[in-house]
């Protein structure tokens, strides 16, 4: 049996696993879709495991619901910072998390976590139009040590989301895949938000997603460099700081633990 913590991050869901003694040699790759299963699992958007590291506090590996490894998760690292605090793996406040996409600062406070996640890699407005089935869009990529590309609509709620989210994720223009984002912008300091997110479909909620979003608005005038967004499971607070630096403030919560044996999930 492997012992988890069910955890959400604005609706953002994850089975957080603790590999630091034990199951470090279980291919989760492979067990990811039958344990993130919503019918037959556990239910989630992906695993997050507690591991070593060599050159932080802890590592932490992320595998998508269809069992994908991206290099990050915003909402993931919230959720796993509050996990090593709870669970008593550390009783610092900040704590340094190697990621796959470098180490990150998490700030645990009474309400919520801060994440300092660094500067954006690249953001820069795509070239052509991006046509995706009967539409072009005006794109923005924007890395934040995974890819995004974030799209502004006039109406959220009157864009087809679900038609067009897979089509921009699978676009030829990123080989690799992308995280797509669907944003509106409400006010200077607001800007509502959906994302179809790369190796897990339409999520509630997506960190790095909010954070992009926030540079892609930012760099054409929308908006200025703080901002809420809502999400359809929360709202995250994000700031561009002058330095280039992205700090990213939102909920993590412990839903349940339990124990399940990977070996008797349908698949």
């Given at each position: 049996m492997i012992p988890f913590t069910k955890m959400q991050g604005a609706g953002n869901d994850f089975i957080v696993i603790d590999c630091l003694d034990a199951f470090g040699v279980l291919d989760f790759g492979a067990i990811a879709p039958a344990l993130c299963d919503r019918h037959f699992g556990v239910g989630a958007d992906g695993l997050l495991l507690?591991?070593?590291s060599e050159v932080a506090d802890f590592r932490m590996r992320v595998i998508n619901a269809d069992g994908s490894e991206p290099e990050m998760c915003g909402n993931g690292l919230r959720c796993f910072a509050r996990y090593l605090h709870d669970a008593g793996l550390s009783d610092a406040l900040t704590l340094r998390i190697e990621t796959g996409a470098g180490v990150l600062k998490a700030e645990v406070l009474e309400t919520g976590v801060?994440?300092?996640?660094g500067a954006p890699r690249m953001a820069e407005r795509l070239l052509e139009p991006l046509v995706a089935g009967?539409?072009?869009f005006e794109a923005t990529a924007v890395s934040m040590g995974n890819p995004h590309c974030v799209v502004f609509v006039e109406d959220l709620?009157?864009?087809d989301f679900e038609k067009y989210g897979p089509l921009v994720e699978?676009?030829?223009?990123?080989?690799r895949r992308t995280n797509a984002e669907f944003a509106q912008v409400l006010a200077p300091d607001r800007i509502r938000l959906k994302v179809y997110e790369r190796g897990v479909g339409p999520t509630l909620a997506c960190g790095t997603g909010a954070c992009a979003t926030l540079v892609a608005a930012a760099m054409s005038g929308r908006t200025g460099r703080e901002a809420r967004i809502?999400?359809?499971g929360g709202t995250l607070s994000i700031r561009w700081d002058e330095d280039g630096r992205i700090l990213m403030t939102g909920p993590a919560r412990v839903v349940f633990t339990g124990a399940v044996d990977p070996l008797r999930l349908r698949r």
């Open positions: 507690v591991l070593p801060r994440l300092d996640m009967d539409a072009s709620d009157a864009f699978a676009h030829p223009a990123f080989p809502d999400l359809p």
